[in-house]
């Protein structure tokens, strides 16, 4: 069973940053686009960052300047730089994958989600 497994949370002061990693189970067979998502108290989740298997990015505006996505695609791993973090980055940010598993079928997968709390 194809696992998503997000790492690097936690709480971090306005104007620090945090490094998410996201790191997909052995059992695959290759990763097309990845992405990472947020959802805060009280709203909808939302892209935050996404990156194709190409290496193309796109970004949230609110994000743009602040944050960076890479994949490593030897280690199967998706990671997001966050820079001068501000209190409304708050929220659990998820991992997204287009997995294509040994099975031969291509489907999307979802991380457990990790919480970033931006408080001074």
């Known amino acids: 069973q194809v696992q998503l497994v997000e790492s690097g949370g936690g709480l971090v002061q306005p104007g620090g940053s945090l490094r998410l990693s996201c790191a997909a189970s052995?059992?695959?067979?290759?990763?097309?686009?990845m992405g990472w998502y947020r959802q805060a108290p009280g709203k909808e989740r939302e892209l935050v960052a996404t990156?194709?298997?190409?290496?193309?990015?796109n970004y949230a505006d609110s994000v743009k300047g602040r944050f960076t996505i890479s994949r490593d695609n030897a280690k199967n791993t998706l990671y997001l730089q966050m820079n001068s973090l501000k209190p409304e980055d708050t929220a659990v940010y998820y991992c997204?994958?287009?997995?294509?598993?040994?099975?031969?079928?291509?489907?999307?997968?979802w991380g457990q989600g990790t919480q970033v709390t931006v408080s001074s």
């Open positions: 997204k994958a287009s997995i294509r598993t040994i099975t031969g079928a291509t489907s999307w997968f």
């Open positions: 990156i194709i298997s190409g290496g193309i990015t």
């Open positions: 052995r059992r695959i067979f290759s990763i097309n686009d």
